[in-house]
């Protein structure tokens, strides 16, 4: 599986699917369904998230939906997250129902 990268200098509006990987530095103005998605701490999303395993430590606006979720401390979300598994670091920030759904 290869990795793609958007950087923090980068703005995307509009929707972003991949079976890959993909690290996001910068900013998506639309929903994402990746197979891997690490959002850094530098990342920010304004749209509904989907994927396989979602690795958070920046922001997101929306939902998000994925089989196995880890927030770490700097991550911020504004949304409901639905869950197979979960992780949460101390000094994550949520607004939002948590929802484990096995059948994911």
């Known amino acids: 599986m290869s990795t793609s990268i958007i ?10 699917t991949s079976s890959g990987e993909l690290v996001l530095n910068g900013t998506v103005n639309g929903d994402m369904n990746c197979a891997k998605l690490t959002i850094d701490k530098d990342g920010a999303i304004n749209g509904d998230v989907v ?23 700097s991550a911020q979300i504004t949304g409901d997250i639905i869950h197979t598994s979960m992780s949460i670091e101390q000094g994550t920030v949520y607004t939002g129902r948590l929802q484990c759904d096995k059948n994911l």
């Open 51 to 73: 994927g396989d395993d979602v690795t958070i430590s920046g922001r997101i606006e929306g939902s998000v939906r994925g089989k196995q979720v880890s927030l770490r401390k």
């Open 7 to 16: 950087s923090k200098n980068l703005i995307i509006n509009g929707d972003i």
